[in-house]
């Protein structure tokens, strides 16, 4: 999972097959487009040789994080016991949970190696959500294939999922603060998020 969110920033091409046309919002940019116009948006900064590796991953994360629904991803990764938390807690976790997305892949810019991204599908989901599906691929044998879950959030897609090579990220963080939240509850995880977060630490072994 290290390099869901940097395989998905980093990807050198766009290529659009055919496929169902996504819904759009009023404004045309359907869920494709999104992920077309991040894929174009990076690329730019990666091949800015005049941009320094820090001022890179900085702008990278700007981009990252302005298609990205926090909020929705922290109530599914903390599912039930996001109702446990009050309503400044609930914002905390959201600040701390992206921090800790930063820290965890934020270092991964380096290891761009010209990957390209193949749009291979995409299709309407529950809640009207939408899937989008991409193909990564590598300079060498093994492609990786990457989806994308956008939501519509007032009048914009956003993603709230990345699933690569069928292993969600959501998942995967809700699997890694279960036994936390088990044993101690969200106050305690969220106890241990920031400390980590402050740290520079991206495990949360407690």
């Known amino acids: 999972m290290i390099r869901i969110v940097s395989i998905a920033a980093m990807a050198a091409t766009l290529v659009l097959s055919a496929g169902v046309p996504a819904a759009e919002t009023s404004n045309g940019a359907g869920p494709r487009k999104i992920i077309r116009q991040i894929t174009d948006e990076v690329l730019a900064i990666l091949r800015d040789d005049s941009l320094p590796k820090e001022e890179k991953r900085t702008r990278i994360e700007k981009v990252v994080h302005d298609h990205l629904d926090f909020e929705i991803m922290s ?15 609930q914002e905390e976790f959201v600040r701390e949970f992206r921090r800790h997305l930063s820290l965890t892949y934020g270092k991964n810019v380096d290891s761009y190696r010209d990957e390209r991204v193949t749009i291979t599908g995409d299709r309407k989901e529950a809640r009207r959500d939408w899937t989008v599906q ?3 691929i590598r300079n060498g044998p093994n492609d990786i294939f990457v989806d994308y879950r956008l939501r519509e959030i007032d009048g914009e897609w956003k993603i709230i999922d990345v699933i690569v090579e069928r292993v969600s990220l959501v998942s995967n963080f809700r699997s890694q603060f279960q036994e936390i939240l088990s044993k101690s509850g969200p106050d305690r995880l969220l106890e241990i998020l920031r400390q980590k977060n402050e740290e520079g630490a991206s495990g949360l072994e407690s």
């Open 75 to 89: 109530r599914l990764v903390l599912a039930r016991n996001w109702r446990k938390l009050d309503e400044p807690a």
């Open 134 to 136: 991409t193909r990564v």
